[in-house]
């Protein structure tokens, strides 16, 4: 297995993408963002492992995300490598009409009832428009996978899990054999930041509740190793899966403390008062994170939602049983 290491200014910096090979076949895991400057990064690794884009034979994929499947199609055109996906991810990497009309109606939706202000409403349909249609790149054609199908390459065999939280269709992948103790988790699990919940992914329902089962999936699934989307080698996941379990406990009392000490707010509300002024990319992610604690808090009872302010209904509740 190769990494290669892959530029990215618009999202959470630098990608990985890996390059597995078994017997003639070449398998690549994400492909970063479409542009020349990653291309070229891409090509570079391939290079430096002996071969091309041309010779690339799968490309399977974690998420929707342009900084992991954005240059897939571009492979896949230079090759004919079939590309992979969760199905419910697959729509929006094909960028079907229809899937991006919603998406793009349910986020917009989503700003509103978070109470964000028309003028960061702009900025980030300003962002999607000038970024949106390069970074995403040529749609390939996908084929889909669900939670344990099996993709076999040569003598090497990918079990694909279904990790919701970061999207709806995040996929990680086990790497079968030698003990079943490595994975490629995207962005399910990282090594120094933890992985935006409830902005990345209008499509899910009670985004966190679903992010934390995916935590507590992979740190059961007893990995000595993962292959996350950026940075380096996890190599205890089961205790990162922990500390991000803690990050959002730690982030519900922060919550809480918000709705305590100011009253009753809106999501675009609690989001300033966590992580200050954002820009960018981050003017989707802080509220969306507000968001998915807030309706964490509603899931349980302890906060209620009234047009979209958020009234705190305990005054000490027990957050270890949250999460």
Not at 183 to 192: R, T
């Amino acid at each position: 297995m190769r990494t290669i290491k892959l530029g990215n200014d618009e999202f959470e910096g630098e990608n990985n993408a890996y390059l597995l090979s078994t017997g003639d076949e070449r398998v690549l895991v994400d492909t970063g963002i479409d542009r020349a400057t990653v291309r070229r990064d891409l090509e570079g690794g391939l290079e430096s492992a002996g071969c091309g884009i041309e010779d690339i034979d799968a490309v399977v994929l974690t998420h929707w995300h342009y900084d992991h499947a954005g240059l897939a199609g571009v492979v896949q055109k230079a090759s004919g490598a079939t590309v992979y996906s969760h199905e419910v991810d697959a729509p929006l990497i094909r960028q079907e009409r229809e899937a991006m009309t919603d998406f793009r109606t349910r986020q917009f939706r989503r700003f509103h009832e978070w109470g964000m202000p028309e003028r960061a409403i702009g900025r980030l349909r300003r962002l999607f428009e000038e970024e949106s249609p390069e970074v995403s790149g040529t749609p390939p054609v996908v084929d889909t996978v669900s939670d344990g199908d099996r993709l076999q390459f040569g003598e090497m065999t990918l079990e694909a899990i279904h990790t919701p939280g970061h999207t709806a269709g995040h996929c990680c992948f086990a790497l079968e054999g030698a003990g079943d103790t490595e994975a490629f988790v995207g962005d399910a699990l990282l090594p120094v930041y933890t992985p935006n919940v409830g902005g990345g992914d209008g499509r899910l329902d009670r985004p966190l509740k679903r992010y934390l089962e995916t935590l507590t999936l992979l740190a059961e699934r007893g990995f000595t190793r993962v292959h996350p989307g950026h940075r380096g080698v996890v190599e205890a996941p089961a205790e990162r899966a922990r500390e991000i379990r803690d990050h959002h406990r730690t982030r519900i009392e922060r919550v809480i403390t918000v709705l305590e000490e100011h009253g009753p707010a809106d999501a675009w509300t609690v989001s300033d008062h966590l992580f200050g002024s954002l820009e960018g990319i981050h003017l989707l992610e802080g509220p969306g994170e507000a968001f998915a604690h807030l309706e964490h808090l509603r899931q349980y009872g302890i906060v209620e939602d009234r047009d979209g302010t958020y009234h705190l209904l305990e005054d000490d509740p027990d957050v270890e049983s949250l999460v």
